[in-house]
C-alpha cells in the first residue's frame, strides 16, 4: 500500500490535469475518456517509467551555481558539478550550512519540475521519497517495483537527479577565490546556500506578516493592551534573482517569486560616552575649566567687591562659600558617575592614574577609602589647585590670587572633605 503523502500527489496531479482539459460543453462519455486518460497518465506503470527518464533533466542541490549567474550552469566542459552540502550540525553559533533544517533545492529543465516535487513528497516517517529510494527501504521497492520497468532501472534514474559523475567542473561566471596553499593556489567556487537564503525570508516574513503580528499591529493602533506583544524588523531590503524568468535559477526561487530578503549589514553606529573614564589625571581629563567659567567669573565677582564697611563681611563670606560649594557639587556629580563606571570602564594594566585618585574615583578600592587617610589629604589639595587654576584660566580681568585667598579655598575643601569619601 502506497504512503498517504504519495497517493495525495498523484490524486493532485490528476486532478490539476482534468480542471486544465475537461470542457463545460463536453458529454458525459468525452469526461468519462478524460478520466480514463488521466488515470492511465498518472498510473505507476506509466508516470514512474517516464518521470525516471526525466529526472536526469533537473540536479538536485543545496548551493545552485545559478544564483551567482543565471548561465553559469553550461559552459562549453558540460555542466558545473551539483553540489550537495551534508554539513554536521554542530552547537557552535553560527548560522551555516548542517545548523539549520532547510528544502534541498534543484535546477534545470522546468519541465521535470513535477519530478522533482514527487521524489521531494515527505512520508509519514519524515523521510523524503528520494531518501527512501537512497536507502532501498521497503518503502521504495513497493513503489518502483513495477512490471513494466525493474527496481534498479527505475532507481537509476531518479537518482541522476541526485548524482552528477565523478569530473569536478565550475564555471567562470561563478565568484572563483584562489586561496594559496603550498606553492600554487586551490580555487574555492563561492555559491549560495538557497536553502538559508529562502528560510531567510520566511522567517523575515513571519516577523513581519505574521497573524500574530497584524493583531499586535491593529491593538497598538487602538492604543490597547496586548499580553504577547510583537516585534519589528526595519531596513530590510529586497533582492531578485531571475528577473522575469526566476524558474530559470532553481525551484525554491520560483516557488519564492525570485525575492529574497536582505537584513542591514553595516558597522554598528558607536555612540561616544558622555564621560571617559581618566587613564592619567582626573582634573585634566575629566574637568573643564570653561564649562564652569559662571562660577569662576561669580567669584571673581565677589573678589572684587570693595570692603568699604557697606557691605557686611559675612555676606561677603557667604557668597564666595557659596561658588565654593558650587565648585565642588559639580566635581562631587562628576565623581559619583565616575564611581559607578569604573567597574567596567577601568582597566589598571592601562592606567597612569595617581595612587590616590584611583582610591577616591575607583569603586574596586572602596576599601581603602574607608581604612585610609592619606589619600583624602591629597585629593583636597589637588581640588584647590584646580579652583586656583580655573579661575586664572577663565576669568580675564581677574585679580591676582594671594596666600590668604589660596588658604580659604584649600581650608573650605579641607572643612568638607566627608563628602569626598
Known amino acids: 500500500m502506497l504512503d498517504p503523502a504519495i497517493t495525495a500527489f498523484f490524486a493532485e496531479r490528476k486532478e490539476g490535469w482534468l480542471k486544465k482539459n475537461l470542457k463545460p460543453d463536453m458529454s458525459e462519455a468525452e469526461k468519462s475518456q478524460l478520466e480514463d486518460e488521466s488515470a492511465a ?10 518521470a525516471a527518464k526525466r529526472a536526469g533533466q533537473m540536479s538536485i542541490a543545496t548551493h545552485p551555481c545559478t544564483f551567482s549567474h543565471p548561465s553559469a550552469r553550461k559552459n562549453k566542459n558540460g555542466y558545473v558539478t551539483s553540489v550537495i552540502a551534508d554539513a554536521e550540525r554542530r552547537p557552535d553559533g553560527y548560522l551555516r550550512t548542517g545548523n539549520t533544517t532547510v528544502k ?70 561563478i565568484k572563483q577565490v584562489y586561496f594559496p596553499v603550498g606553492n600554487g593556489y586551490h580555487q574555492i567556487s563561492v555559491l549560495s546556500n538557497s536553502g538559508l537564503i529562502f528560510e531567510l525570508r520566511k522567517r523575515i516574513d513571519d516577523l513581519r506578516f505574521s497573524e500574530q503580528v497584524k493583531a499586535g499591529r491593529e491593538l497598538r493602533r487602538k492604543n490597547a493592551y496586548s ?93 564666595r562659600d557659596r561658588c565654593l560649594a558650587d565648585i ?17 570602564h577601568f582597566r589598571p594594566e592601562n592606567s597612569g592614574i595617581g595612587a590616590a585618585q584611583k582610591i577616591w574615583l575607583c569603586e574596586q578600592y572602596k576599601d581603602d577609602r574607608a581604612s585610609q587617610e592619606d589619600w583624602l589629604s591629597t585629593i583636597c589639595e589637588q581640588i584647590s589647585v584646580w579652583i ?8 580675564k580681568q581677574r585679580i591676582t590670587l594671594g596666600e590668604a585667598e589660596r588658604q580659604f579655598i584649600r581650608d573650605y575643601i579641607e572643612d568638607h572633605k566627608e563628602m569626598l569619601k
Open 328 to 344: 565642588l557639587e559639580e566635581i562631587l556629580q562628576k565623581m559619583m558617575v565616575l564611581r559607578v563606571a569604573s567597574t567596567k
Open 104 to 173: 534541498m533545492d534543484a535546477l534545470g529543465n522546468a519541465a521535470a519540475l513535477d519530478v522533482y516535487k514527487f521524489l521531494s513528497v515527505s512520508c509519514e516517517n519524515g523521510k523524503t521519497v528520494i531518501e527512501h529510494i537512497q536507502s532501498d527501504t521497503e518503502l521504495a521497492k513497493a513503489l518502483l517495483d513495477i512490471n513494466l520497468a525493474g527496481y534498479d532501472e527505475l532507481k537509476s534514474g531518479f537518482m541522476a537527479m541526485a548524482s552528477s559523475d565523478k569530473t569536478q567542473r565550475t564555471s567562470s561566471k
Open 388 to 395: 586656583a587654576s580655573g579661575y586664572r584660566q577663565t576669568v
Open 41 to 50: 497518465i498518472f498510473s505507476l506503470e506509466n508516470w514512474l517509467p517516464n
Open 227 to 319: 499580553e504577547s506583544g510583537y516585534r519589528e524588523i526595519f531596513d530590510v531590503a529586497t533582492i531578485g534573482y531571475g528577473g522575469t524568468k526566476p524558474q530559470n535559477i532553481s525551484v525554491l526561487n520560483n516557488q519564492y517569486g525570485g525575492k529574497a530578503h536582505l537584513l542591514l549589514s553595516v558597522p554598528p553606529v558607536l555612540q561616544q560616552r558622555e564621560i571617559r573614564f581618566p587613564t592619567k589625571n582626573f582634573f585634566t581629563q575629566t574637568l573643564r575649566y570653561f564649562d564652569y567659567r559662571d562660577i569662576f567669573e561669580r567669584l571673581d565677582n565677589v573678589f572684587k567687591i570693595d570692603r568699604d564697611g557697606q557691605i557686611p563681611l559675612e555676606k561677603v563670606r557667604t557668597a
